[in-house]
C-alpha cells in the first residue's frame, strides 16, 4: 500500500518516509538506508526531517546490531549463545555512524527529542559510553516519563553498571545522578573527589523497577519481558523468571532468543534432560526455517512515521 502511495504521488515526503519504514520493519535494512539517505536529502526544510534522521539512525543500529550483535557489559545475560552474529563485515566503528546521525537533530528541540536521545542513550551503552548513555537516558526521562523504551534502556544501562560492579570495576556516580536515583549515604560503598560508587546489588533493584515500569507502559514488548527475564534470572528469582519468559514466548513463539533463553533457564534450575530434548528439536526446527535477522528483541525498533 505505501508502494502505491509512493507511485501516485512520487513527492510526498510522508510517503516515501513510511515506505522506507515498512523496508525497515521487513528487515530489508541496507533498502531502507538508501531510501531514507534520498529522503534526508529531500526533507531538509521538512518538519519530517527529524523523522526521516531519527528512522535513518534506527536502520543503521539495528545493521551493526547485526554485524556485532549486543556489545554492552551485560552481553552474557542478553545475547543468544544459539545465534551466530558477525554475519558481514563492517568498514566502520560499529555504532558510530547511529551515533552521527542522531547527535546531529539533538540539538534542535522538536517534539521528538526524547525518543531520540532514548535510542542514542542505547546506541552509546553498545558503544561502551556509559556516562552519555546515562546522559542522554536521564534528559530523555525528564521530557517523558511515558515512553516505555526510555524504561527499557535504562533498565540495560543498570544491568551493565550491576555487571561491572560484581566485577569490581565499580562505576562512579556524580552527585547529579546520586540525586536524581535518590542513592541514600547507607547505599554508597566509596567516594572519590565529588563522585561516589554505590553497591552494585542496587543496580539490580533499580534494573528491575525499571523493566517493571516500562512493562506497565506496554505489557505486549518482547524485549521488556526478555529484560525482566534476564534481571530475575541475575537474582536467582527464577519463578518470576519462568513468568515473564512464558509471556514473552507467547508474544514471539519462534524468537530464537526466547528460546535460549529456556535453555540458560534449565541450565541454572537443572530439570534434567526429559527438558532438553524438546528444547533442541524445537531449535533444530527454528534454524530450519527463520533466516530472520539475529539483531533482533535487544531494543524495540520503533521507526517514526
Same mark, same amino acid.
Given at each position: 500500500?505505501?508502494?502505491?502511495?509512493?507511485?501516485?504521488?512520487?513527492?510526498?515526503?510522508?510517503?516515501?518516509?513510511?515506505?522506507?519504514?515498512?523496508?525497515?520493519?521487513?528487515?530489508?535494512?541496507?533498502?531502507?538506508?538508501?531510501?531514507?539517505?534520498?529522503?534526508?536529502?529531500?526533507?531538509?526544510?521538512?518538519?519530517?526531517?527529524?523523522?526521516?534522521?531519527?528512522?535513518?539512525?534506527?536502520?543503521?543500529?539495528?545493521?551493526?546490531?547485526?554485524?556485532?550483535?549486543?556489545?554492552?557489559?551485560?552481553?552474557?545475560?542478553?545475547?543468544?549463545?544459539?545465534?551466530?552474529?558477525?554475519?558481514?563485515?563492517?568498514?566502520?566503528?560499529?555504532?558510530?555512524?547511529?551515533?552521527?546521525?542522531?547527535?546531529?537533530?539533538?540539538?534542535?528541540? &522538536?517534539?521528538?527529542?526524547?525518543?531520540?536521545?532514548? !535510542? %542514542?542513550? =542505547? $546506541? *552509546?551503552?553498545? @558503544?561502551?559510553?556509559?556516562?552519555?548513555?546515562?546522559?542522554?537516558?536521564?534528559?530523555?526521562?525528564?521530557?517523558?516519563?511515558?515512553?516505555?523504551?526510555?524504561?527499557?534502556?535504562?533498565?540495560?544501562?543498570?544491568?551493565?553498571?550491576?555487571?561491572?560492579?560484581?566485577?569490581?570495576?565499580?562505576?562512579?556516580?556524580?552527585?547529579?545522578?546520586?540525586?536524581?536515583?535518590?542513592?541514600?549515604?547507607?547505599?554508597?560503598?566509596?567516594?572519590?573527589? &565529588?563522585?561516589?560508587?554505590?553497591?552494585?546489588?542496587? !543496580? %539490580?533493584? =533499580? $534494573? *528491575?523497577?525499571? @523493566?517493571?515500569?516500562?512493562?506497565?507502559?506496554?505489557?505486549?514488548?518482547?524485549?521488556?519481558?526478555?529484560?525482566?527475564?534476564?534481571?530475575?534470572?541475575?537474582?536467582?528469582?527464577?519463578?518470576?523468571?519462568?513468568?515473564?519468559?512464558?509471556?514473552?514466548?507467547?508474544?514471539?513463539?519462534?524468537?530464537?532468543?526466547?528460546?535460549?533463553?529456556?535453555?540458560?533457564?534449565?541450565?541454572?534450575?537443572?530439570?534434567?534432560?526429559?527438558?532438553?530434548?524438546?528444547?533442541?528439536?524445537?531449535?533444530?526446527?527454528?534454524?530450519?526455517?527463520?533466516?530472520?535477522?539475529?539483531?533482533?528483541?535487544?531494543?524495540?525498533?520503533?521507526?517514526?512515521?
Amino acid at each position: 500500500m505505501a508502494a502505491k502511495r509512493v507511485k501516485q504521488n512520487p513527492r510526498e515526503l510522508r510517503a516515501l518516509n513510511l515506505h522506507a519504514a515498512c523496508l525497515a520493519m521487513l528487515e530489508r535494512y541496507e533498502e531502507a538506508e538508501q531510501e531514507f539517505v534520498r529522503l534526508s536529502r529531500q526533507s531538509k526544510a521538512s518538519p519530517y526531517k527529524e523523522r526521516v534522521l531519527f528512522n535513518l539512525g534506527l536502520v543503521r543500529l539495528y545493521i551493526d546490531l547485526g554485524i556485532t550483535g549486543d556489545c554492552s557489559v551485560a552481553k552474557n545475560a542478553f545475547a543468544p549463545p544459539s545465534a551466530s552474529f558477525r554475519l558481514h563485515v563492517s568498514a566502520t566503528l560499529p555504532f558510530s555512524r547511529p551515533i552521527e546521525t542522531w547527535t546531529k537533530i539533538i540539538s534542535r528541540r &522538536n517534539r521528538n527529542e526524547n525518543v531520540v536521545r532514548t !535510542y %542514542l542513550s =542505547f $546506541a *552509546l551503552l553498545q @558503544f561502551g559510553r556509559i556516562d552519555g548513555a546515562l546522559a542522554h537516558i536521564i534528559q530523555a526521562l525528564g521530557l517523558s516519563e511515558s515512553y516505555f523504551v526510555s524504561n527499557f534502556v535504562l533498565g540495560r544501562i543498570f544491568l551493565d553498571l550491576y555487571m561491572l560492579g560484581a566485577e569490581d570495576n565499580h562505576f562512579y556516580l556524580s552527585n547529579n545522578l546520586l540525586t536524581f536515583f535518590e542513592i541514600e549515604d547507607a547505599e554508597i560503598r566509596d567516594r572519590k573527589d &565529588n563522585l561516589a560508587a554505590i553497591y552494585h546489588e542496587i !543496580y %539490580l533493584d =533499580f $534494573a *528491575l523497577q525499571a @523493566f517493571t515500569d516500562a512493562r506497565a507502559l506496554n505489557p505486549y514488548s518482547v524485549e521488556v519481558l526478555l529484560g525482566l527475564f534476564h534481571t530475575y534470572m541475575l537474582g536467582g528469582m527464577f519463578e518470576e523468571a519462568q513468568q515473564v519468559l512464558f509471556q514473552a514466548e507467547n508474544l514471539a513463539p519462534d524468537a530464537l532468543p526466547i528460546l535460549d533463553a529456556h535453555f540458560r533457564l534449565n541450565e541454572l534450575t537443572q530439570k534434567g534432560v526429559e527438558h532438553i530434548r524438546p528444547l533442541v528439536a524445537r531449535l533444530h526446527r527454528l534454524k530450519q526455517k527463520n533466516g530472520r535477522y539475529l539483531g533482533q528483541f535487544l531494543i524495540p525498533a520503533n521507526y517514526l512515521v
